[in-house]
């Protein structure tokens, strides 16, 4: 995901609205991994893994279904996940100048115990 336009540092530029979102409970995940192994149902377990993110205090997968689920890892990230009133956001952690990549560090997610038999997925420095 790249910007748009110039973005101050501390400006969250995302929200986690409940229309923007899915969330996959550990049990449903558990009927989707039981489920047979069709090329249709191997393509959507790839994309629901490749563009989760795990939060613990829910114990459940989320799926951005906007386009925040671009956001690529860095070490050197220039935005970062919080909380606010309205809940789970993304903020910048710095100015981000129009047409820079937008970035977070994955290592700074939660991790998942249920999801270890797919650490393929999920970025090496989190496990």
Known sequence: M?????????????????QDVLIISKEQFLILDSSQKTKQMKNFMHYLLTYSYYERDTDALIFCLDNSRFVNHSFNANSGATEDENGFCSVSLRDIQPGEEIT???????????????KEYFNPCCW
Request: aromatic fraction near 24%.
């Open 104 to 118: 977070e560090n994955y290592s700074k997610y939660d991790l998942c115990s249920w999801l270890k038999n797919y």
């Open 2 to 18: 790249f910007a748009k336009s110039f973005i101050p540092k501390g400006t969250i530029w995302w929200h986690a609205r409940p």
